[in-house]
T-cell receptor, first 115, second 113 residues
Framework: AQSVSQHNHHVILSEAASLELGCNYS??????LFWYVQYPGQHLQLLLK??????LVKGIKGFEAEFIKSKFSFNLRKPSVQWSDTAEYFC?????????????FGKGTLLTVNP | KAGVTQTPRYLIKTRGQQVTLSCSPI?????VSWYQQTPGQGLQFLFE???????NKGNFPGRFSGRQFSNSRSEMNVSTLELGDSALYLC????????????FGSGTRLTVV
């Protein structure tokens, strides 16, 4: 069965600091990868997704992620965070090929950005 | 276009009762998935429906069931409620096209007392 591991439970940064959130998955086949964000009191929103092609994926609000197949990783990055980025971030994976629509999520990383 | 609509937003039920939650997908989205979100277990997959057929199922007891209608709207039902069923239940829909993302609704907050 596939699983997703997010290394950090809670990350605290100051505004303008750089961000990198780790995500590793366990599945040897083709995968689709996602990062979702949940702002306080709001629903899950898609930040970015990887299905195929360029392993460096750019998403909304200045976020990007890099798929490194050899490391089974899909880390999320942002060069300079803002107070408004305070939220919980979830990495998710499902099997590629259109045969499986189950998203497996990591436990989430709570990001607190101090002004 | 309108987003994923889940109703009701909040529910309080008593142990032993049953509950039905509803999800209306984005127009054109024919795949509907359900997830349970709790502080301890995080987001866990319940089941997924497409064209009124359940295609995928998670590891939940048979008390959790669902269905999908011809207009792609979906309902999930939980019977014989237990305290541990208290959670945020999320619905996610997709166009079922490879490369399509999943759009989540705001969820139904179920509290079992």
């Amino acid at each position: 069965a596939q699983s997703v591991s997010q290394h950090n439970h809670h990350v605290i940064l100051s505004e303008a600091a750089s961000l990198e959130l780790g995500c590793n998955y366990s599945y040897g086949g083709t995968v689709n990868l996602f990062w979702y964000v949940q702002y306080p009191g709001q629903h899950l929103q898609l930040l970015l997704k990887y299905f195929s092609g360029d392993p460096l994926v750019k998403g909304i609000k200045g976020f990007e992620a890099e798929f490194i197949k050899s490391k089974f990783s899909f880390n999320l990055r942002k060069p300079s965070v803002q107070w408004s980025d305070t939220a919980e971030y979830f990495c998710a994976v499902n099997r590629g090929g259109g045969s499986n629509y189950k998203l497996t999520f990591g436990k989430g990383t709570l990001l607190t950005v101090n002004p | 276009k309108a987003g994923v609509t889940q109703t009701p937003r909040y529910l309080i039920k008593t142990r032993g009762q049953q509950v039905t939650l509803s999800c209306s997908p984005i127009s054109g989205h024919r795949s509907v998935s359900w997830y349970q979100q709790t502080p301890g277990q995080g987001l866990q997959f319940l089941f997924e429906y497409f064209s009124e057929t359940q295609r995928n199922k998670g590891n939940f007891p048979g008390r959790f069931s669902g269905r999908q209608f011809s207009n792609s709207r979906s309902e999930m039902n939980v019977s014989t409620l237990e305290l541990g069923d208290s959670a945020l239940y999320l619905c996610a829909t997709t166009s079922d096209r490879e490369g399509g993302g999943y759009t989540f609704g705001s969820g139904t907050r179920l509290t079992v007392v």
